[in-house]
């Protein structure tokens, strides 16, 4: 006990899929670990856990605290704390990007734009609304209706050479209007590209953006077309940091080892 | 989360005799429904229900049924009754649960009170256009129903400054009531019981206003949802010796909280408004979420819009017509703003929540701009969250909480 150095984890039960970071006392990411979350959230965190502790090369016992974010944050065994994934997230940018950003989200099954300033402080947040047009979901639903991988999107919209427009708001509307474009023969790169452009088209109408843009979550991760799109939408640059897909689980991370020392320190004082 | 889970909420001792007030309320127009001894009138929430009483009516309101039906979430299965009938499920989910459960034959009023399987049938039908054009549609189906007449008055809506050029033609519409209730009524009309009337809705106005101002003290001894569950008699009772009686009650209760420092949310550590109408489906959860976040939701406009400080017994017509008028949802974007920027102030508080109600956009303010613009005047920050009055097929609990406790954590964040 007490020979391996000291670690924090956070992990983020996202509706599609678990992210787990784990960080050491100076805030450095020694191990993750992404997988499907899965119908049982707990066993899913767990085996995070394993890799992203074996990733780390750190023992159990090295955790000094652990707080988990997201959908499914009160589904962890192995967590003392939770925060909301919108506090995760903010924390975790602000981590990669210390200044006054808005934060573009987009995830499984929801989207977020949290603004912070200077101090990392959050100023305001919006969640997107009860529709699953702009996340990943819509993406995964016209995967499945083109017939196409979901990890090939990202090289055919790249392929585009006229994007088709879909100007419909819900997804079964877009899902018929990729039809009526499947049927008067359009592209199906064009249609991809329309499909990113979309998402991105959704999740701008929700807030306001301020001068410096940060782009997280899985649909980033996973189709950086989409930055390099939003990037000409928006007019200029927009950061992306390395590992957009574990923003929230090193935020979680990063509350943890704030709420340990806190922590310690309430206890040194009552001692 | 272990702070979260011990939520306390400190119960109301009056709720009992609102209770009993209430129950002989209904089972006085059940029984003028059985022997049509009494003429019994519908009336709109902040319609001229004391007209109707001044003239011997016993006074049901939709609206009230209406909320029933939502906090017995028995809404949610009724609403698609009417939907299919052509009322859409974006219109009014009082109007759609209400005109669903007349269909259905199924009412909240026959599990709370025994021997009551109906609401009451109308002898007339009287709306007031001020909070929406919904009732007049609401109120022309039933009149097509019963076969009873159906009368209104005609508001202007979105009202800047309440003026002369207002109120003489909303008060003359009142007037023109009298002949054709004296006719359904068989009674002369009678100043002097008018008077008398609008002099005890002015006592149950000032008392219920009083209720709520005691929200400003620190800590509350009041939240907002033990308010949209007391307002009960100001709603269907204001006009009556007998809401007077409950609100004198009330208030003492309240008044001994804040000298003995009792908090409704023990442990209060945020105060915040809340704008918009409640969930009443989620009455319970939602005060339970907040409770556990230390946080109390402690005064809303919702609960204060049956406030009507201008009725004056001495010139009812008038005084009616403005009270009427002066209302919040009556009112422009720039009268709602600074009504609600003196309330921030009032009762100290530290966010606001916007409840954006899918099927009422009249009770609904965060759709053209107004969070922004308050934000940015008060600094005050805000959260809206999608939901609906009656409908919870319109409602993601999980994106409701999720947004709550990110908001609570922002809060923190500032302290
Ligand atoms: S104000 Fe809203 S809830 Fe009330 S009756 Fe009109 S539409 Fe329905």
Redesign the pocket.
Known sequence: MGAAKPVYVGVDVGSSRTKLAVMDDRRNLLGFAVRKSGTDFYATAERCLETGLQMAGVPADAIRYCVSTGYGRKNVAFSQDTRTEISCHAKGCYYYFPMAVSIIDIGGQDNKIIKIDDNGNRISFKMNRKCAAGTGAFLEEMSARLDIPLEDMDGLARRSTEMVKLGSFCTVFSGTEVLENIRSGKKVTDIVKGLFFSVIKRVMEMDSLTEKVVMTGGVVANNPYIVEMAAEIIGHEILVPEYPQLTGAIGAALYAMDIRAKLADTQSTEA | MAEEKKSWRKPIKATKEMGRIMAEYFYELHDADQTRKQKIAWC??VGPAEILRAMGFLVHFP?NH?AMLGASRMATDLIPVANAQGYSPD?????TADIGSYLKGETPLAKAYKGIDSVPKPDVLVYNTN??R??QD?FAWYAEEFKVPLLGIHTHRNIVDVTEVYIPSIAKQMEELIPPLEEISGKKFDMDELKHVVALSRKCSDLWQEVLFTAANVPSPITFFDGTIHMGPAVVLRGTQAAVDYYELLLAELKERIQNGVAAVEGERFRLYWEG?PVWGRLSSHAKLFAGLKTNVLASTYCNSWIFADFDPEDPFMSMAKAYTELF?VRSDHAKEKYIEEMLDFFKVDGIIYHD?K?????TNCRYGMPQRLEKKTGIPSLIINGD?NDLRMISDEQTKTNVEAFIEQLEERK
């Open positions: 709109t929430s609206e209406g219109i009014c989910s009082y109007l909070q929406c919904d009732v609401w109408m949802i109600a099927t009422c956009p009249y009770n009055l």
